[in-house]
Each structure stands twice: as structure tokens, then as C-alpha cells.
């Protein structure tokens, strides 16, 4: 057994290690997540409806979202680059007002899953909405960035229990 402890981004020597994909097959990978901002009822209004500061804040956060998705590899030391087919950044209220939901799937017909580039997409967005309504909120809190779902790759399809 080698001294890495089963993780694959490390070699027999535990030194970091960008995993060897290359006799892996090419399959669709799709990959959602998710993350929330909890945010003050009157920041959240002012979002929703257009009047801060900054501009259009959903707007801004979704193109950050996909932007990020697309640099993940230069973000996230031993990611591979991928030629993502499809990126897509949903921003909504939270049922209960306290904040936003953002939601994001990446999609790839790749050697290896997207999970990092739909987790990226959603931190992006979420430090995106947080930069733009600072100014009016200090205390929002971003939490809850998680993995819901991903398909594709040897492993098939894999889904986040549900949150009771």
C-alpha cells in the first residue's frame, strides 16, 4: 500500500500529483451545485429589485459564476483544464427570505468530471453577490456549497441525500 492514503492527488511519496486521466473514456459528465447567501431582508429587496449601488448584482453574479467555471483549472491546483460544453448559473430567493440560492451545473464530454468546475461556478457567485452588496450588508454570510448531483465517468451517478 502506498503512503498516499487513497487520495489520487497524491503519488507513492505523498508529493502532489495532477491524476493521469489518459486511458480514462470519454463520457457526458454533468456535475450541480449549490450554495446560499443569507443576507439582511433589505439587501435582499434591493437586489431583487435592481436598486444598489453597483448595478444589476444577479446580472454581475451569474456571469462570475460561469466566468469562474472556465478558469477553474487555474484556480484549483490539480484540476485538469476542461473544454466545458455548457455552464449555467441560476441566482434565486430563498423560499423563507433570508437570502439567495445560487444553483449551478457544468456540463463536459470529457476524461474526467466537472463537480469542481460547478462547485467554482457557485463560489464565484456567491463572492461576487457578497462583493457587490458589502457596502449596504456586512453581515451576509455565504454557506452551504455543496455537490447535489454528478453523472457521467466510471463511477455513474451519485446524488446528495436530501436535507432534512
Given at each position: 500500500?502506498?503512503?498516499?492514503s487513497?487520495?489520487?492527488?497524491?503519488d507513492?511519496q505523498?508529493?502532489?500529483?495532477?491524476?493521469?486521466?489518459a486511458?480514462?473514456?470519454v463520457?457526458?459528465?454533468i456535475?450541480v451545485?449549490e450554495?446560499?447567501i443569507?443576507?439582511?431582508p433589505?439587501?435582499l429587496?434591493a437586489?431583487?429589485?435592481?436598486?444598489?449601488a453597483?448595478?444589476?448584482?444577479?446580472?454581475?453574479?451569474?456571469?462570475?459564476?460561469?466566468m469562474g467555471a472556465?478558469?477553474t483549472?487555474d484556480?484549483?491546483?490539480?484540476?485538469?483544464?476542461?473544454?466545458?460544453?455548457s455552464v449555467d448559473?441560476?441566482?434565486?430567493?430563498?423560499?423563507?427570505?433570508?437570502?439567495?440560492r445560487?444553483?449551478?451545473?457544468?456540463?463536459?464530454?470529457?476524461?474526467?468530471g466537472?463537480?469542481?468546475e460547478?462547485?467554482?461556478?457557485v463560489?464565484?457567485?456567491l463572492?461576487?453577490v457578497?462583493?457587490?452588496c458589502?457596502a449596504?450588508d456586512?453581515?451576509?454570510?455565504?454557506?452551504g456549497?455543496?455537490?447535489?448531483?454528478?453523472?457521467?465517468?466510471?463511477t455513474?451517478?451519485?446524488?446528495?441525500?436530501a436535507?432534512?
Amino acid at each position: 500500500m502506498s503512503t498516499n492514503s487513497g487520495f489520487t492527488h497524491l503519488d507513492e511519496q505523498g508529493r502532489p500529483r495532477m491524476v493521469d486521466v489518459a486511458e480514462k473514456a470519454v463520457t457526458r459528465r454533468i456535475a450541480v451545485a449549490e450554495g446560499h447567501i443569507r443576507t439582511s431582508p433589505e439587501t435582499l429587496s434591493a437586489i431583487v429589485e435592481g436598486r444598489t449601488a453597483k448595478g444589476n448584482v444577479l446580472t454581475v453574479a451569474q456571469l462570475a459564476g460561469i466566468m469562474g467555471a472556465k478558469r477553474t483549472s487555474d484556480l484549483i491546483p490539480l484540476c485538469h483544464p476542461l473544454p466545458l460544453t455548457s455552464v449555467d448559473v441560476e441566482i434565486a430567493p430563498e423560499a423563507d427570505g433570508s437570502g439567495l440560492r445560487v444553483t449551478a451545473t457544468a456540463r463536459v464530454d470529457g476524461k474526467t468530471g466537472v463537480e469542481m468546475e460547478a462547485l467554482t461556478a457557485v463560489s464565484c457567485a456567491l463572492l461576487t453577490v457578497y462583493d457587490m452588496c458589502k457596502a449596504r450588508d456586512r453581515e451576509m454570510v455565504i454557506g452551504g456549497i455543496r455537490l447535489l448531483r454528478k453523472e457521467g465517468g466510471r463511477t455513474g451517478t451519485w446524488e446528495a441525500p436530501a436535507r432534512g
